[in-house]
């Protein structure tokens, strides 16, 4: 079974601490992607990666920071974690096909989640 | 904002009975999906139309596209307690790449 997997399901750190959030896939996708959720507000693009090193800012990048050092993996990285930082975090993998000439995806691979809180 | 809108927000019906969730975009695309997402989880993947496209099935689910009213539907058939979740849709712009998530419907069946 394919999977997207997220390291922790549960996560409480302290304002100001570095936070690493790890994400792993076994589908050799091209695309990896970091969302955050929270209530009301549904899901936000915090950046997302389409090949190894390479890392793409989404709508609300500022505070993090991301790695793809290899294919399989992509950390998202909280570089002085802030209350406002407390969410439910979302990893997510595509692969990419052209259609209609242009570049799109067959839709996401969500892993399970990291709910983390910030005290 | 290119989020799409889903309507209703929140849903409660009997098991047995028929579901169906509306979603509307703003421009012009070049796919729409749907996404579950249990309490607490992670979304999972249900389907998904292109823009040329007009209907799609799998199981229990089907899914309409209206490109010139910029909408689409999903109806789940036949719904039992174990389809409760939020249900998702999340538009590909064309000329885009990244996808963009609707605020989603709740649905609740009852038992």
């Known amino acids: 079974d394919v999977k997207v997997t997220q390291s922790s399901r549960y996560l409480v750190k302290r304002t100001g601490e570095k936070v690493f959030l790890e994400c792993v896939q076994d589908?050799?996708?091209?695309?990896m992607f970091w969302y955050r959720q929270d209530p009301g507000l549904g899901l936000r693009l915090i950046y997302f990666s389409y090949d190894v090193k390479m890392k793409e800012k989404g709508d609300i990048p500022e505070g993090y920071s991301v790695s793809r050092e290899k294919k399989e993996r992509f950390s998202l990285i909280l570089e002085s974690a802030s209350t406002n930082q407390t969410s439910m975090y979302l990893c997510?993998?595509?692969?990419?096909?052209?259609?209609?000439?242009?570049?799109?995806?067959?839709?996401?691979?969500f892993g399970s989640g990291t709910r983390l809180t910030v005290v | 904002s290119q989020q799409g809108e889903e309507d209703p927000q929140a849903l409660s019906i009997q098991e047995g009975e028929n579901a169906t969730m509306n979603c509307s975009y703003k421009t012009s695309i070049n796919n729409l999906q749907w996404y579950r997402q249990n309490s607490g989880r992670g979304l999972v993947h249900l389907i998904l139309i292109r823009s040329n496209e007009r209907e799609k099935h799998s199981g229990r689910l089907r899914v309409t596209l209206d490109t010139s009213k910029k909408s689409s539907s999903l109806l789940i058939t036949a719904s039992r307690a174990a389809d409760t979740a939020s249900y998702f849709c999340?538009?590909?712009?064309?000329?885009?790449?990244?996808?963009?998530f609707g605020a989603g419907t709740r649905l609740f069946v009852k038992a």
């Open positions: 997510a993998s595509s692969l990419s096909f052209f259609g209609q000439s242009v570049l799109t995806n067959y839709g996401y691979t």
């Open positions: 999340a538009t590909v712009y064309t000329g885009g790449f990244k996808t963009i």
């Open positions: 589908m050799d996708h091209e695309n």
